[in-house]
């Protein structure tokens, strides 16, 4: 069965400073792996995904996660935060082969300070 | 394009009363998923649709939970009766498939608190 770890709930952050939140994924088929990023009081938006290809992948913000197959990783990646990325990051997966449900992890709290 | 549109945004009552979400999905999306999210159990998916039916409701919690999808445009997911462990915030969310891969767009979220 998939299952996503974010091993970190939460993270602080000094502004400007870079930061990575940490995810492993568990599935012994091919996924596709996304980063969502939840707003205090707001839904859910797309981050980055990953489908096929070059395994570093580009979203908006400035953010960037690395996709690894051998550690079943795609932690995400900021080289300088602002205050304004104050939020809760999900990541998440999916089987190739009926990829319609999405797997999340529990979460991960980033926090900037000034 | 409005994106997923929810109602209410915040919902309080009381123990044992019914209990109604809606939710109005991006026009043209196939498909339809509802989720809760709390502080103890993160964000669980109830249950989905595909055009407008059911396809998996595992994840719904009860049966006091049930989802109805009666047309494209329109989605309900009520508790009846409602209990304190009910509150929650409510996620809907819509998708096209395409390409293989489900992105889903989500709507802001029904506060639920139950007393």
């Known amino acids: 069965a998939q299952s996503v770890t974010q091993l970190d709930s939460q993270v602080p952050v000094f502004e400007e400073a870079p930061v990575e939140l940490r995810c492993n994924y568990s599935s012994s088929v091919s996924v596709y792996l996304f980063w969502y990023v939840q707003y205090p009081n707001q839904g859910l938006q797309l981050l980055l995904k990953?489908?096929?290809?070059?395994?570093l992948v580009k979203g908006i913000n400035g953010f960037e996660a690395e996709f690894n197959k051998s550690q079943t990783s795609f932690h995400l990646r900021k080289p300088s935060v602002h205050i304004s990325d104050t939020a809760e990051y999900f990541c998440?997966?999916?089987?190739?082969?009926?990829?319609?449900?999405?797997?999340f992890g529990q979460g991960t709290r980033l926090t900037i300070n000034p | 394009d409005a994106g997923v549109i929810q109602s209410p945004r915040h919902e309080v009552t009381e123990m044992g009363q019914e209990v109604t979400l809606r939710c109005k999905p991006i026009?043209?999306?196939?498909?339809l998923f509802w989720y809760r999210q709390t502080m103890m159990r993160g964000l669980e998916l109830l249950i989905y649709?595909?055009?407008?039916?059911?396809?998996?409701d595992s994840g719904m919690p009860e049966d006091r939970f049930s989802a109805k999808m009666p047309n494209a445009s329109f989605s309900t997911l009520k508790i009846q009766p409602s209990e304190p462990r009910d509150s929650a915030v409510y996620f809907c969310?819509?998708?096209?498939?395409?390409?293989?891969?489900?992105?889903?767009?989500f709507g802001p979220g029904t506060r639920l608190t139950v007393l």
């Open positions: 026009s043209g999306h196939d498909y």
């Open positions: 649709f595909n055009n407008n039916v059911p396809i998996d």
């Open positions: 969310a819509s998708s096209l498939l395409l390409a293989g891969y489900n992105e889903q767009f």
């Open positions: 990953y489908l096929s290809g070059s395994t």
């Open positions: 998440a997966v999916s089987y190739i082969q009926g990829a319609q449900k999405l797997v």
